[in-house]
């Protein structure tokens, strides 16, 4: 089956760039999503199809897809960013998840 | 504004069945895709199916195959999912969530509060 791999935790000094990354086997052949997940509250989708911030999400988020990694980069990081990022994408007919980052801002 | 409230969670024994209920407003709920979602306590999210918008088109995790059941009722703006056979391993809250589109190989960007449903004799 299909794996996507994130690294557990990242961390980053606020105003800084934090990326995370997503890595699965010719990840740069499917479209790569990206969500925020705050304590106790639902998923937000931060990125869709690699590329594309849905309508309210900061211009801070941006994301990249090529060749077996996917990275969520988050320009001049703020505190309200520290959250739980997962990565997603479709496979064979089903949807895979990564492990989740945590992304500590200190 | 789209909105998904889940409802039907609880707690039930292993072997039992429990049938949850996701009722969705403010977007044209056949033109879309819908997916179940869960997260074990302290957990990551793990997908569990996806239904297109006309309900021609089912998927699922090999984790819940042949005991859960995804359906949706346009007419109703609803969606289900059925789960039959409940182990202590389907422990989690379980999200409704709209996919971006009519078919099923899409991200998902509304999403409910989700429902715990907690397995456990």
């Known amino acids: 089956s299909y794996e996507l791999t994130q690294p557990p935790s990242v961390s980053v000094s606020p105003g800084q760039t934090a990326s995370i990354t997503c890595s699965g086997d010719?990840?740069?052949?499917?479209?790569a999503y990206w969500y925020q997940q705050k304590p106790g509250q639902s998923p937000v989708l931060v990125i869709y199809q690699d590329t594309n911030r849905p309508s309210g999400i900061p211009e801070r988020f941006s994301g990249s897809n090529s060749g077996n990694t996917a990275t969520l980069t988050i320009s001049g990081t703020q505190a309200m960013d520290e959250a739980d990022y997962y990565c997603?994408?479709?496979?064979?007919?089903?949807?895979?998840f990564g492990g989740g980052t945590k992304l500590t801002v200190l | 504004e789209v909105q998904l409230l889940e409802s039907g969670g609880g707690l039930a024994q292993p072997g039992e069945s429990l049938r949850l209920s996701c009722a969705a407003s403010g977007f044209t709920f056949s033109s879309y895709a819908m997916s179940w979602v869960r997260q074990a306590p302290g957990k990551g999210l793990e997908w569990v199916s996806v239904?297109?918008?006309?309900?021609?088109?089912?998927y699922y995790a090999d984790s819940v195959k042949g005991r859960f059941t995804i359906s949706r009722d346009n007419s109703k703006n609803t969606l289900y999912l059925q789960m039959n056979s409940l182990r202590a391993e389907d422990t989690a809250v379980y999200y409704c969530?709209?996919?971006?589109?009519?078919?099923?190989?899409?991200?998902?960007?509304?999403w409910g509060q989700g429902t715990l449903v907690t397995v456990s004799s």
């Open positions: 239904i297109s918008g006309s309900g021609g088109n089912t």
């Open positions: 969530a709209k996919d971006l589109s009519n078919s099923s190989a899409g991200g998902s960007d509304y």
């Open positions: 997603q994408a479709w496979d064979s007919s089903t949807v895979v």
């Open positions: 010719k990840l740069g052949n499917k479209y």
